[in-house]
């Protein structure tokens, strides 16, 4: 059969275009296998340091988490945001004013299987993009912290906590 030669320059296109999205598709992998490579190597570089500020945070989320206060707030909010930084998907974002990651205390509701919550939501371009529970805020420990969180997230949270400043995010948190 005489198949036209239009007809075989589009099956030819097509095959390269879905070799170059297959190829793009290995690149990303590899892109982001590199970069978990590269955060495990921060991680165990600067895990001392880290979790120095990070038991001073779980100190501080526990002790707020057991005040009379913390529960109203929780009571009539539901969530409660504790941290605030601009970083996107456990890497700075310190230009972006629309990407963040945030720091949330939370009332689970009664279908799921934990209870309240310490949780990390991350936010682009003001929506909600992803999130994930850390533990239960009566049992934060160092170890939930160190591995999931930059080291430089940890430093800034502590760095606020000690000046005061994690009070305007609860406040925010009420508004």
Request: aromatic share 10%.
């Amino acid at each position: 059969m005489n198949i036209p030669e239009i007809v075989r320059k589009r099956v030819e296109e097509i095959k390269a275009r879905n070799q170059r999205q297959a190829d793009a598709k290995v690149e990303a992998e590899k892109r982001r296998a590199r970069e978990q490579r590269e955060f495990d190597r921060l991680i165990r570089v600067r895990a001392e340091v880290s979790k120095v500020y990070a038991k001073k945070i779980c100190r501080w989320v526990t002790e707020f988490y057991k005040t009379p206060e913390a529960g109203e707030m929780l009571r009539l909010r539901r969530a409660v945001k504790i941290f605030v930084a601009p970083f996107w998907q456990n890497k700075p974002a310190p230009d972006s004013v629309a990407t963040w990651t945030a720091v949330e205390l939370r009332v689970v509701d009664g279908d799921e299987i934990y209870d309240d919550a310490v949780c990390v939501v991350e936010y682009h371009k003001g929506m909600k993009s992803s999130e994930w529970r850390v533990a239960s805020p009566t049992s934060v420990g160092v170890d939930d912290l160190v591995p999931c969180l930059h080291p430089d997230f940890l430093k800034q949270w502590a760095e606020e906590i000690k000046s005061g400043k994690v009070w305007q995010y609860v406040e925010s948190s009420l508004r």
